[in-house]
Nanobody, 128 residues
Framework: QVQLNESGGGSVQPGGSLRLSCAVS????????MAWFRQATGQEREGIGI???????TYADSIRGRFTISRDNAEGTLFLQMNSLKPEDTAMYYC??????????????????????WGQGTQVVVSS
């Protein structure tokens, strides 16, 4: 069974940066899609980015140009580099994964019900 564990959250000032990590344990399929989601208090879970097995990333408009998703398959780690953080970025951040049999990851979109594995989340707070 695949397990995901996020780390790297914390409290930063607006304009600051954080780098989140998601460690993958267990055996994941040779083809997998991974994603980052976030959920602010009182809000629905929001997809912010997807990355294919080969490293191609797609981003939500809300964070495009500020966040970068990457993955190191050999090390079994997913990353989220967050720059120019804003107060509205405050949320619990989750990583997710889905093994696929063929094709890419576009069909998964930013829908949380399309992902099979989830981490426990790491909190990010952006405030003055």
């Amino acid at each position: 069974q695949v397990q995901l564990n996020e780390s790297g959250g914390g409290s930063v000032q607006p304009g600051g940066s954080l780098r989140l990590s998601c460690a993958v344990s267990g055996t994941i399929g040779s083809r997998s899609c991974m994603a980052w989601f976030r959920q602010a208090t009182g809000q629905e879970r929001e997809g912010i980015g997807i990355i294919t097995n080969s490293g191609t990333a797609t981003y939500a408009d809300s964070i495009r140009g500020r966040f970068t998703i990457s993955r190191d398959n050999a090390e079994g780690t997913l990353f989220l580099q967050m720059n120019s953080l804003k107060p509205e970025d405050t949320a619990m951040y989750y990583c997710a994964a889905r093994e696929v049999l063929y094709g890419g990851c576009a069909f998964l979109g930013f829908r949380d019900d399309m992902y099979s594995y989830w981490g426990q989340g790491t909190q990010v707070v952006v405030s003055s």
